[in-house]
């Protein structure tokens, strides 16, 4: 469907819209009319916000998370447990981990994992930026934090691999079990059969 | 679910962009972090493609559709017929009557149907400035082009009825070649150009 805009600025905006992803033509359309139906101030609001957060937000040049200084908060902060660092995907999943309160150290964001369908190899992470950070020294503990797919397994692997150079440096994943919430029967062979391979010594949850 | 972020631009963003009809704040999150990856340039242009559009459009003071100038180009265009006008229910549905390529007259934006359970009255849409254009003169044939649903059917008996006081317009509605239940703006241009072609005098539906 080619839409004959009369007006060129709702065109502008449609055609910036379409350009998110999952929003096509049709919901672009619909966006920016809503947009033209709301108060200016809101849209403008919208408008900026876009604007001031990507022209404010740069990478952390330790972790690679996102940050509005050069050293992100996480990075910056005494508080933090700067000899273990945790490895992950991308930002959403330093915010997951964050969202827990059980993490006290820093993160080491790849970019992604390596998946050679996808044309992403090691070179496109930030893989040697870690190693730099494990040679700068400092790091007791890496802990590789990656989802539990082929490519997330294939990357953890690969950094393993990398880190087996520096001995005093412990390398280790989450656990892979039973999703708390999940029943027995809806859980997938692989997962439980590991679940029940790396069985844990037994502890009342309840009474903590 | 409450995110903890790092950067109050991050969480601006997200906060406005979750504003959007359909854009949940998970979703916000992502279009977020996908503009924090795309060229600072092209988050700018959407930015300042939304506040352009908002600032820049305004709607025409005669048809009450979308425009940039207080006279659409439709309304001020010498090559349209102003004998004819139809009157449809949104911005969208003018787009779509556009895109048939078969209609050369006006058109009238009512800015809604009747919808007693929305709280929608016919004193909340523009039907009385439509009878004001037909009171002004020159306008021959009103084209009904309402969603054919109980409340675009109700809408058009409430305009018919407005208009019976003038013997010389004439009053039309669309052909039922739109399935009963459908909206305009999701009928083909097959369908919708027949439908506008085949118009027929309009009959009370309801009292058959």
Redesign the interface.
Known sequence: ??????????E??V???S????VGRK?A????????R?D?A????????????????TYCSVCH????TEL???CASPARDSSTVCVVE???DV?SF??TGQFTGLYHVLGGVISPMDGVGPDSLEIDSLVARVVEGGIREVILALGATMEGDTTNFYIFRKLAQFPDVKVTQLARGVAVGNEIEYTDELTLGRSLLQRTPFTDSFSR
């Open positions: 469907m080619t839409d004959e805009f009369s007006s060129t600025l709702l502008g905006a055609r910036e819209l350009r998110l992803p999952g919901t359309l619909r966006l920016a009319l809503h947009l033209l709301r200016e809101d849209a403008v609001a919208l408008g900026e916000a876009i604007i001031e957060m990507r022209r404010g937000i998370n996102i940050s509005e992100c908060p996480i991308n930002v959403r915010m964050e969202n």
